[in-house]
């Protein structure tokens, strides 16, 4: 799972020893996510909400990795070769009927291109995902398409920015 270091500063903070302290956290550092962004707030979203987030949040990918350019690009080279692999098991799921698979396959993609910044993406995997939990095999079906579209957005604008 990702790990924000300003939330992870922030929490040790609260309960380390005062001793040795670690840098504080400044007022303008991201502790965390808002509670806009939790899944709860995203499954009520339609699709041109979900489209209007950005197809590639570098800023994102950037504070996960820690400002780690080499990490950030092997990375990225990792999620654009196994996404496609992770869209087309997905799609043998949905042809097969088994939503349940195909729900625990949305997670997977959700959670990789989350993990890079891909936020339009990833908000498109969480609408799947929860479909999945609802047993909705049809609603995943017709967003398979735009998952697609979505994916090839987001490698194209990784690999403008990124290599």
């Not at 799972?1 to 840098?23: A, E, F, M, T, Y």
């Not at 995203?42 to 990918?61: K, T, Y």
Request: proline residues 5%.
């Amino acid at each position: 799972k990702p790990v924000d270091p300003s939330r992870l500063r922030r929490i040790l903070q609260q309960w380390l020893p005062r001793h040795g302290r670690l840098n504080p956290v400044t007022e303008n550092q991201s502790v965390g996510s808002k509670p806009a962004d939790s899944a709860a707030a995203l499954e009520g979203r339609d699709e041109a909400r979900v489209s209007a987030e950005p197809i590639f949040d570098h800023a994102a990918m950037s504070r996960h990795l820690m400002g780690d350019q080499e990490l950030m690009r092997d990375v990225a080279e990792a999620v654009l070769t196994e996404v496609p692999q992770q869209i087309e098991w997905l799609k043998i799921q949905v042809a097969n009927g088994d939503v349940q698979q195909a729900f625990a396959q949305a997670h997977k993609i959700k959670g990789a291109v989350l993990n890079v910044g891909g936020k339009a993406l990833g908000k498109l995997a969480l609408a799947m995902e929860t479909a999945g939990r609802a047993n909705d095999l049809e609603t995943i079906r017709r967003k398979v398409p735009g998952l697609e579209q979505g994916f090839q957005q987001l490698r194209a604008e990784m690999e403008r920015v990124l290599f």
